[in-house]
């Protein structure tokens, strides 16, 4: 993609979602944060941008749990440009956890047209001075990956309800994504059945993302191992993720991610997932 035409999607982009006005104004710098996320990665470079909106919690989902904040200091500026966009994004009811995820592309260059790409994801939680953190970053590669455009961002009509005591939430959470994970791996991909929400992501490497339970593209898991989460301050939506062995396809992930939302107050319902 040559360099004006990158550009004028990216700043096209960009208006659009400055005039996008959602009603939940936490979902609005959400969306807002992400985009100047982007915007950074175009004007400076991916080290200036990731460490502008990491902090020392955050972590990176790839072949193994690491340090966000570490990665980027390490790693020195170069031509490479990562440009992406949020296609969706969703939020605690207290505004306080969200996420995004969306296309996303690896330009050599950022005159340079796109050699890779796929779908990111980004958790965010909202720090005591109002601004957004990442939480996780994650990402998978597929071959026909798409390109950045300029579509509206789309969020969800399933509110959740909640208002359950962090501590207990968390526990109970845990507690609902080890049991799946047994499931998953004495019952394979069915296991889904029970606790997806219609509004279900899957993520998985080598595949555009998909929506319904296609045992192929799932994979088969094995060893299950390291766990952990976080929710929101309402205990309505939170996040797991650890380690574990997946077979999808050729190859092997060692990574997961899993978002869960209490559409009914009560139950949590799985609406992300994902391997890398």
């Not at 969200?98 to 047209?113: C, F, L, V």
Request: hydrophobic share 35%; proline share 3%; aromatic share 10%.
């Amino acid at each position: 993609m040559k360099n004006l035409i990158s550009t004028a999607l990216l700043l096209g982009l960009v208006v659009l979602v400055r005039a996008q006005e959602f009603e939940d104004k936490n979902l609005q710098s959400l969306v807002e944060t992400e985009i100047d996320f982007a915007t950074l990665a175009k004007k400076k470079n991916n080290r200036e941008a990731f460490l502008a909106n990491v902090d020392q919690q955050s972590i990176t989902l790839s072949e193994k749990i690491q340090s966000t904040k570490s990665n980027w200091e390490n790693t020195p500026v170069d031509s490479m440009w990562l440009n992406w966009y949020p296609s969706f994004a969703d939020i605690s009811i207290r505004g306080d956890m969200g996420y995004t995820y969306g296309p996303w592309s690896g330009h050599p260059s950022k005159t340079s047209a796109a050699q890779f790409g796929g779908h990111y994801v980004t958790i965010w939680k909202k720090q005591s001075d109002g601004a957004w953190k990442i939480a996780i970053d994650a990402g998978i590669n597929y071959e026909t990956f798409a390109l950045v455009s300029t579509h509206p961002v789309k969020t969800t009509n399933l509110e959740s309800k909640s208002r359950a005591k962090t501590v207990n939430a968390k526990k109970e959470l845990l507690e609902t994504d080890i049991a799946l994970q047994k499931s998953l791996k004495r019952d394979g991909a069915k296991a889904y059945q029970s606790v997806i929400s219609t509004e279900i992501k899957f993520f998985r490497q080598n595949h555009a993302p998909f929506t319904v339970i296609d045992v192929e593209k799932i994979g088969t898991i094995g060893t299950v191992g390291q766990h952990a989460c976080d929710v929101s301050s309402a205990g309505d939506f939170g996040y797991t993720y650890g380690l574990h062995e997946i077979q999808t396809g050729p190859t092997n992930a060692r990574t997961f991610l899993r978002i869960w939302k209490k559409q009914d107050g009560k139950t949590w319902k799985l609406v992300f997932d994902a391997a890398f």
